[in-house]
């Protein structure tokens, strides 16, 4: 290995459960149209996408370690009722809204 460092943010589920709300099996080309509509919706619009990923149903608030904690304890990230996601922690740990 190279040694370069990274770190991997999760969406609980899929992200079209996430930023979606949908649940359904979805095709390929369906799971891209909701890309594509999110990246769409928030084109030159990045704080209100910020706020979008505070959101209270899916957030995850604390570190990035914490928020790893926060899934891996007991049934968080098999939970069918709430998704949870940590990609704000990206936004937030490069200072960015």
């Known amino acids: 290995m190279a040694g370069f460092p990274y770190e991997i943010y999760y969406f609980s589920r899929n992200m079209e459960h996430v930023l979606h709300d949908r649940a359904e099996n979805l095709t ?6 909701l ?5 769409d919706q928030y084109t030159d619009q990045l704080e209100k996408f910020l706020e979008y990923l505070h959101d209270d149903g899916f957030y995850v608030c604390g570190t990035y370690k914490d928020t790893w904690e926060f899934i891996m304890d007991g049934n968080n990230s098999l939970n069918r009722y709430c998704s949870y996601c940590n990609v704000a922690v990206f936004f937030e740990q490069l200072e960015i809204g």
Do not use: L, Q
Not at 35 to 39: G, L, M, S
């Open 28 to 33: 390929d080309d369906e799971k891209e149209d």
């Open 35 to 39: 890309a594509f509509d999110i990246a």
